[in-house]
């Protein structure tokens, strides 16, 4: 009795230390990811505040004695030829990635519910035939889709953009809103049905604002991908007026020299909507994600 009572301690004793070990082990892996993608960030920011010769210092230089702002008062200075652009490219790429989020949204959101509550010939074969454009890189697409544009008339617009960014962009979002869909109760409809609800009332009143997290992880999803794209845009887009920020700032580089602390301030400006986008609702695309996954 008294061997069995001393061992019962020891063995719990050995799996606390194996279960800490193995949370720390967790919490290192972590810290090291956020410092993985933290640094980068971090540096953009410190290179946007030096000056041109302190930015082709070597060694680098850590933190620059005189910090300045001159290269954000320069992109936002509506006055200069580069705050123009870097103004106009801006607000092309936020009107071609909302007109994208909120069409992606507004199809993506029958299709999904169409999928995952009727039933009707092929419905597995059109689900998975619409994932299957992911299967393939996006760079085959580029030559048919440019030949398309061109019959159309849509080169050198912001059109081409917009369904091209649909095109890649629903299937993911049909499928993540199917996953989502699939988890709400279909009693809960059947009950509005029971008190004189149409099936299109239910679906506005009932479905719509308990797949909320699943629409905005939607959003999200299409918004950045529309935002950061840039094999399309450089393709479909010449006129400089035209242009969305992952080309515009390509003007930073030039034959003889490339102007850092700028092209450093252009790319932090561009990242700031995606991370306070992503920061502000997380909590809705993490949701939507776990939700999605799992069966109930």
Do not use: C
């Not at 060694?59 to 005189?66: A, I, L, Y």
């Not at 009107?95 to 949204?105: A, D, E, M, Q, R």
């Not at 849509?154 to 917009?162: D, E, R």
């Not at 529309?226 to 887009?237: C, D, K, M, R, V």
């Amino acid at each position: 009795m008294s061997t069995i009572a001393e061992t019962a301690p020891r063995s719990q004793a050995r799996r606390r230390v194996r279960i800490d070990g193995w949370r720390w082990g967790g919490r290192i892996f972590l810290a090291f990811m956020l410092l993985y993608t933290a640094l980068p960030m971090i540096w953009m920011l410190i290179t946007s505040i030096k000056s041109g010769f302190a930015a082709m210092q070597f060694p680098p230089q850590w933190w620059p004695d005189q910090p300045t702002l001159a290269s954000y008062e320069k992109l936002l200075d509506p006055q200069n030829s580069v705050g123009q652009d870097f103004l106009r490219f801006f607000w092309n790429s936020l009107f071609v990635s909302t007109t994208t989020t909120i069409l992606s949204v507004i199809v993506a959101v029958p299709a999904a519910y169409a999928f995952s509550r009727f039933t009707f010939p092929g419905r597995n074969f059109l689900f998975f035939a619409v994932l299957l454009r992911n299967m393939f890189p996006a760079v085959i697409f580029l030559v048919p889709l440019f030949i398309l544009m061109r019959a159309i008339g849509l080169v050198n617009t912001h059109g081409s953009l917009i369904l091209t960014y649909l095109t890649f962009g629903l299937p993911l979002a049909i499928w993540l809103l199917k996953g989502f869909y699939d988890n709400i109760p279909v009693q809960l409809e059947q009950a509005a049905r029971i008190d004189g609800a149409t099936r299109f009332q239910a679906f506005v009143l009932i479905v719509m604002p308990l797949s909320t997290p699943g629409i905005i992880a939607t959003a999200i999803y299409s918004f950045i991908g529309s935002w950061n794209e840039y094999i399309y845009a450089y393709t479909f887009l010449s006129k400089n007026e035209q242009l969305t920020l992952p080309v515009g700032i390509q003007r930073f580089f030039s034959e003889n020299t490339t102007d850092f602390p700028g092209l450093m301030a252009a790319s932090f400006m561009m990242s700031v909507p995606v991370v306070v986008l992503f920061l502000l609702l997380q909590r809705y695309f993490v949701r939507a994600l776990t939700e999605g996954a799992v069966k109930h």
